[in-house]
């Protein structure tokens, strides 16, 4: 397993449009998270899926955000309508159940609304 | 999500010890303390963490206060690669799964 993948790495995209980005995640790991970071500030969460079901989403910045994570293995984030204020990195991570594991991070999904 | 407080910035010189002190005056029984780190244009990186005692892996050390209310990242002979913004992270499982809530972190500059 070569980690965390994350796709595609840019987005360049007009306001307004749809995007959606994927995360593939440590195969063994049944925690998947997406975090949003903008400049000059550290990551922040958004939302969690332990397996397929996502436990958590009040942290989703607006109704435009939502995340899915059908069968368990990887995870699609989609924004509609974009905003000029959307632009940002989207990081996704993955761990193992429990507080006590670490989590490992992707590089990220660099987003640029125009 | 219990605080942590970090310097903004330290420096240091290559093949020097580096400590990075992080205060977590509120921390309670089941937070682990997490460190990770952030190179410039990639996704943090997990470098250590521990509950109680304290911890080495091949990375660093972590030195955990005998009351738990501060902590100490070591990176026993800093190099360039190692200049990056470290972040200290108290992670406890009933806080959506454990999530990780990033500050500010400290920026680490390492001199040739």
């Known amino acids: 397993d070569t980690g965390v993948s994350q796709n595609p790495r840019h987005k360049i995209t007009k306001r307004g449009q749809n995007v959606t980005f994927r995360c593939d995640p440590i195969?063994?790991?049944?925690?998947l998270y997406w975090y949003r970071q903008t400049l000059g500030q550290g990551p922040e969460f958004l939302t969690y899926?332990?397996?397929?079901?996502?436990?958590?989403k009040s942290r989703l910045l607006s109704d435009r955000f939502s995340a899915e994570r059908p069968k368990g293995s990887f995870s699609t984030l989609e924004i509609q309508r974009t905003e000029q204020g959307d632009s940002a990195m989207y990081l996704c991570?993955?761990?193992?159940?429990?507080?006590?594991?670490?989590?490992?991070f992707g590089p990220g999904t660099r987003l640029t609304v125009t | 999500d219990a605080k942590t407080t970090q310097p903004n910035s330290m420096e240091s010189n290559e093949e020097e010890p580096v400590h990075l002190p992080c205060n977590h005056s509120t921390i309670s029984g089941t937070d682990y303390i997490h460190w990770y780190r952030q190179l410039p244009s990639q996704g943090p990186e997990y470098v250590i963490h521990?509950?109680?005692s304290n911890v080495n892996n091949r990375m660093a050390s972590l030195a955990i206060a005998e009351d738990r209310k501060s902590s100490t990242l070591i990176l026993h002979r800093a190099t360039l690669r190692d200049a990056a913004v470290y972040y200290c992270?108290?992670?406890?499982?009933?806080?959506?799964?454990?999530?990780?809530?990033f500050g500010e972190g400290t920026q680490l500059t390492v001199n040739p």
């Open positions: 521990g509950l109680t």
């Open positions: 899926f332990q397996n397929e079901a996502q436990l958590e």
């Open positions: 991570a993955s761990s193992f159940f429990a507080a006590s594991y670490e989590q490992y």
């Open positions: 992270i108290l992670k406890r499982e009933e806080t959506s799964g454990s999530r990780l809530t």
């Open positions: 195969s063994e790991h049944n925690r």
